[in-house]
């Protein structure tokens, strides 16, 4: 008879399979304990008879199941089902975490729910309360409590890993597109769980790594665009792209920098038109004054293009035109945030932004009293966003993947309300580029 442990986020077996490998220190076969499921399946098919004590679960609890889908989340559901592996794709605003709320429902197995940001921790808590009547455990953000159903970040995960490696038989990794760094896909590498689901609006990463994604959580079973749920689920939206121009001033000081830049890219025969190149700048940076001149160079020239006076002026006049409507600013500079507040008088919220200061901006744009708020990133992902029919981009940094968080944060379905997506866009610089590029990413 064959044994099959768990130690410390590897799978120790006698007996030779597909994914070990002989180690002389343990005096057996191991590997990574998210083979458990393969080498179970393995030791089955060729009929050896196994003493399996890999998995010691947490008891599941008693719950209720107050979940109803709606046919495109049952859908993404039973294409999870037929394997109870992979990833599901519904753009922000569709309803991803019913359909994680439900797989726990069905698999009534302990659960683990690993999730980017402390807000997100909170929500999950919140409507596993809400829908399945239970008070599942917490980890990370102060609380340390393990349960049978168990919501936990992704680095409080990685910390922990040998300890909650073998007590789950479901895990559920929110946001999924997190998974495959470097050191997350640590996490799913050390979890012996036999089934898994992961969950995002965007899972494709600029990095390549998304690539992963077989090996750590399954394929990809499902996915449905935004274009899908428009009219039904989600409000129908339209995008409209303002061009401005620079001041006198602000044109001369960009094209000194890009100058600046073009010249170093010219002289060392680089390009600067992918991730790839801009993180073998990064590189370059580290040890070559040049690069890193280069580089800051580049960093001013898009920071005047993001932050031109003509944006101010257009924002101005477009908060006069939709007075009244509901609408959230998006800009990824903290600075622009806090000018904007300033110039308009209107609620910030950033990363320095602390919980409660942000919660009560929040609850008085849901309620009405605020009409408009002004964000960096910090809202692109994890945090509930209460709806607004209208957002307006001021360009930055931002990648497709929060170009397509930000529509979803007006998407939310409204009686006969069209939602908007506003970009404010600076012509002929680094900034109309990197809008067109998150477009295009986008397919959108």
């Given at each position: 008879?064959?044994?099959?442990?768990?130690?410390?986020?590897?799978?120790l077996?006698?007996?030779?399979?597909?994914?070990?490998?002989?180690?002389?220190?343990?005096?057996?076969?191991?590997?990574?304990?998210?083979?458990?499921?393969?080498?179970?399946?393995?030791?089955?098919?060729?009929?050896?008879?196994?003493?399996?004590?890999?998995?010691?679960?947490?008891?599941?609890?008693?719950?209720?199941?107050?979940?109803?889908?709606?046919?495109?989340?049952?859908e993404?559901?039973?294409?999870?089902?037929?394997?109870?592996?992979?990833?599901?794709?519904?753009?922000?605003?569709?309803g991803?975490?019913?359909?994680?709320?439900?797989?726990?429902?069905?698999?009534?197995?302990?659960?683990?729910?690993?999730?980017?940001?402390?807000?997100?921790?909170?929500?999950?808590?919140?409507?596993?309360?809400e829908?399945?009547?239970?008070?599942?455990?917490?980890?990370?953000?102060?609380?340390?409590?393990?349960?049978?159903?168990?919501?936990?970040?992704?680095?409080?995960?990685?910390?922990?890993?040998?300890?909650?490696?073998?007590?789950?038989g479901?895990?559920?990794?929110?946001?999924?597109?997190?998974?495959?760094s470097?050191?997350?896909?640590?996490?799913?590498?050390?979890?012996?769980?036999?089934?898994?689901?992961?969950?995002?609006?965007?899972?494709?990463?600029s990095?390549?790594?998304?690539?992963?994604?077989?090996s750590?959580?399954?394929?990809?079973?499902?996915?449905?665009?935004?274009?899908?749920?428009?009219?039904?689920?989600?409000?129908?939206?339209?995008?409209?792209?303002?061009?401005?121009?620079?001041?006198?001033?602000?044109?001369?000081?960009?094209?000194?920098?890009?100058?600046?830049?073009?010249?170093?890219?010219?002289?060392?025969?680089?390009?600067?038109?992918?991730?790839?190149?801009?993180?073998?700048?990064?590189?370059?940076?580290v040890?070559d004054?040049?690069?890193?001149?280069?580089?800051?160079?580049?960093?001013?020239?898009?920071?005047?293009?993001?932050?031109?006076?003509?944006?101010?002026?257009?924002?101005?006049?477009?908060?006069?035109?939709l007075?009244?409507?509901?609408?959230?600013?998006?800009?990824?500079?903290?600075?622009?945030?806090?000018?904007?507040?300033?110039?308009?008088?209107?609620?910030?919220?950033?990363?320095?932004?602390?919980?409660?200061?942000?919660?009560?901006?929040?609850?008085?744009?849901?309620?009405?009293?605020?009409?408009?708020?002004?964000?960096?990133?910090?809202?692109?992902?994890?945090?509930?966003?209460?709806?607004?029919?209208?957002?307006?981009?001021?360009?930055?940094?931002?990648?497709?993947?929060?170009?397509?968080?930000?529509?979803?944060?007006?998407?939310?379905?409204?009686?006969?309300?069209?939602?908007?997506?506003?970009?404010?866009?600076?012509?002929?610089?680094?900034?109309?580029?990197?809008?067109?590029?998150?477009?295009?990413?986008a397919?959108l």
């Amino acid at each position: 008879m064959v044994r099959l442990r768990y130690f410390k986020g590897l799978l120790l077996s006698d007996f030779s399979a597909p994914g070990l490998s002989w180690n002389d220190e343990f005096k057996c076969y191991i590997g990574q304990a998210n083979k458990y499921r393969e080498v179970l399946y393995y030791y089955k098919r060729s009929h050896v008879e196994v003493e399996d004590s890999v998995l010691e679960l947490l008891p599941f609890p008693l719950i209720v199941d107050r979940i109803k889908l709606r046919e495109y989340q049952q859908e993404a559901l039973n294409a999870w089902l037929k394997s109870k592996l992979g990833i599901i794709v519904i753009p922000t605003g569709g309803g991803k975490t019913v359909i994680g709320l439900k797989a726990i429902a069905l698999i009534r197995l302990a659960t683990l729910i690993i999730v980017p940001t402390i807000d997100l921790l909170q929500q999950w808590y919140e409507n596993i309360r809400e829908l399945l009547g239970v008070e599942a455990g917490r980890v990370g953000g102060g609380y340390d409590e393990l349960k049978g159903i168990t919501v936990i970040t992704y680095d409080s995960a990685y910390t922990q890993l040998e300890k909650i490696g073998n007590k789950f038989g479901l895990v559920i990794f929110d946001e999924v597109h997190h998974l495959p760094s470097e050191g997350y896909s640590i996490i799913a590498q050390g979890l012996a769980a036999p089934y898994r689901l992961g969950l995002t609006a965007t899972p494709e990463r600029s990095d390549g790594r998304h690539k992963l994604y077989p090996s750590l959580v399954g394929p990809l079973v499902y996915r449905i665009t935004v274009s899908n749920l428009v009219g039904k689920y989600l409000s129908s939206f339209e995008i409209q792209r303002i061009y401005v121009n620079f001041t006198e001033d602000e044109e001369k000081l960009y094209r000194y920098y890009r100058g600046i830049l073009k010249k170093f890219l010219s002289q060392r025969n680089l390009k600067l038109k992918s991730l790839n190149d801009f993180n073998r700048l990064l590189r370059l940076a580290v040890k070559d004054k040049e690069a890193r001149e280069a580089l800051l160079a580049w960093h001013e020239a898009l920071k005047i293009a993001v932050n031109s006076k003509a944006k101010l002026e257009k924002l101005k006049d477009l908060l006069k035109e939709l007075n009244g409507e509901k609408i959230i600013i998006f800009t990824r500079n903290t600075s622009m945030v806090y000018e904007i507040s300033r110039l308009f008088l209107i609620p910030a919220v950033t990363y320095k932004t602390n919980k409660q200061e942000r919660i009560e901006i929040l609850e008085k744009f849901r309620s009405g009293k605020y009409n408009v708020i002004v964000t960096s990133s910090v809202l692109d992902e994890g945090i509930d966003v209460p709806d607004a029919s209208i957002g307006i981009v001021l360009g930055g940094y931002g990648t497709s993947r929060q170009f397509i968080q930000r529509l979803g944060r007006i998407l939310r379905k409204k009686e006969n309300k069209k939602a908007r997506l506003i970009e404010i866009i600076t012509k002929g610089t680094s900034d109309y580029n990197l809008s067109k590029r998150r477009r295009q990413n986008a397919n959108l």
